[in-house]
C-alpha cells in the first residue's frame, strides 16, 4: 500500500536529501501477468542451453526438455508467500476469533457502499478523482440491500465460513499520486500544504496468526509514540480489505486480554463509527494495491478541512502480516 512511499518521501526530506517527492503508486489489476507453468518455463530455459541449429535440433530440444505434464499456465492469486494461504481464508478465521459475525460483516459492508454512493453523488470525491475518458464513475459502488448480500455464499472456508464476494474488497484499476514537502520549499513555489505529516510507522507480525493485524498493532505504536489516545483522533481511515478484518481490528483495540497479551497495555478503546470511512472504502470503491495508500491519505487531509477536526489517522494492513498508520495534522 503506497502510504509507505510517502513515509519514506518524508524522511529523504528531513534527512536532506530530497525537499520535495512525489509519491504515487499504479496497479492494473484488468491485465495481471499470467505466467507459464514453472515446468514449461524451465523447459523453454533449457531450450535456449541447448541451441538447437534447425527445425529438428529444436524438435528434439523440446522433447527432452518439455514433458506434456509441463504445459500449463499459472494465473495470479493473492495468497502469502509463506503461508500459502489466500488473505480471504486468514481475515474468516480472524473474524472467528474475535467474534465478528456474518451479519456485522453485512451491515458495515451495506454502509460502506451507502456511505460511497452517497459521497459520490453530492460531489464529495469531485476534487478527488481525475476523470478517465472524461468519467469519474465508479462501477463498484452499489446500493447493495442487506437482505440481497445476506444470501450469498461464502467465498473462502466453505460451507461455513463468514466472508463473501460482497465483504471482501474488489482488486481494480486504479493510480494515486502525493506531493511532500518541508514548509519552506511549499511555500517557495506558492503551494498551500493540505496537512502535516506528523508521525508514520510499520510494523511486522507473525502471518501465521495475526496477518491482517496491522493496523491495530500500527496505531497502538503511533498513539504511543505521540502521546494520544483514540478519544484525540478526529478523523479516521482505514484500509478495508475485508468487512471482517476492519471489525476484527476495531475489536482487537478493545478487547483489554488482546491489547494486555500482544501490546502489554490497556485496551485502546472504540473508534467511533461516526469517524470511521464515512465516505466509504476499499469494499466499495476497490481496491488497486499500488494507489489504495495515498488515497487513504487524500481523504483523510480533505476531511480534516471539510469538517474542522485537527487530527486524522490513517491504517492499513499488507499482506506478510504487515501493518502501517500515519498521523496527519491539518495546515491552517
Not at 509507505?4 to 504515487?24: F, H
Not at 511486522?204 to 491482517?212: F, K, Q, R, S
Request: proline share 3%; aromatic share 6%; glycine share 10%.
Amino acid at each position: 500500500i503506497n502510504a509507505e512511499y510517502m513515509g519514506s518521501g518524508a524522511e529523504k526530506i528531513l534527512s536532506g536529501e530530497a525537499d520535495a517527492v512525489l509519491a504515487g503508486g499504479v496497479e492494473t489489476f484488468s491485465d495481471v501477468p499470467i505466467r507459464l507453468a514453472r515446468g514449461l518455463r524451465l523447459g523453454l530455459l533449457g531450450m535456449q542451453k541447448d541451441r538447437p541449429k534447425n527445425l529438428l535440433g529444436q524438435l528434439q530440444s523440446i522433447k527432452k526438455n518439455i514433458k506434456l505434464k509441463d504445459i500449463g499456465i499459472e494465473t495470479p492469486a493473492i495468497q502469502n508467500f509463506t503461508t500459502k494461504e489466500v488473505m480471504g481464508y486468514a481475515s474468516d478465521r480472524m473474524a472467528s476469533r474475535f467474534g465478528v459475525s456474518r451479519e456485522d460483516q453485512d451491515l458495515f459492508t451495506v454502509r460502506s457502499h451507502s456511505c460511497a454512493a452517497a459521497a459520490h453523488a453530492t460531489g464529495i470525491y469531485k476534487d478527488e478523482i481525475t476523470p478517465v475518458d472524461g468519467s469519474t464513475h465508479e462501477n463498484l459502488i452499489k446500493e447493495t440491500a442487506l437482505e440481497k448480500i445476506s444470501k450469498l455464499k461464502p467465498a473462502f472456508v466453505k460451507p461455513h465460513g463468514t466472508h463473501t464476494a460482497a465483504s471482501s474488497s474488489q482488486l481494480t484499476d486504479g493510480a494515486s499520486a502525493g506531493l511532500v514537502m518541508s514548509e519552506e520549499k511549499a511555500k517557495e513555489m506558492g503551494y498551500k500544504p493540505k496537512t502535516i505529516l506528523k508521525s508514520w510507522n510499520y510494523t511486522g507480525m507473525d502471518p501465521y496468526t495475526d496477518l491482517l493485524l496491522g493496523p491495530t498493532y500500527s496505531i497502538h505504536k503511533l498513539l504511543k509514540s505521540n502521546g494520544l489516545t483514540l478519544k484525540d483522533i478526529d478523523v479516521f481511515e482505514i484500509h478495508e480489505a475485508f468487512a471482517g478484518q476492519v471489525l476484527s481490528n476495531l475489536a482487537a483495540m478493545n478487547s483489554d486480554k488482546f491489547c494486555k497479551e500482544n501490546l502489554g497495555s490497556d485496551k485502546l478503546g472504540l473508534i467511533p463509527m461516526d469517524k470511521l470511512n464515512v465516505h466509504g472504502g476499499s469494499l466499495s470503491l476497490g481496491h488497486p494495491f499500488g494507489a489504495t495508500g495515498t488515497r487513504l491519505v487524500l481523504t483523510a487531509s480533505n476531511r480534516l478541512h471539510r469538517e474542522g477536526g485537527r487530527l486524522a489517522l490513517v491504517a492499513a494492513c499488507a499482506d506478510g502480516g504487515l501493518g502501517h498508520a500515519c498521523l496527519l495534522e491539518r495546515y491552517d
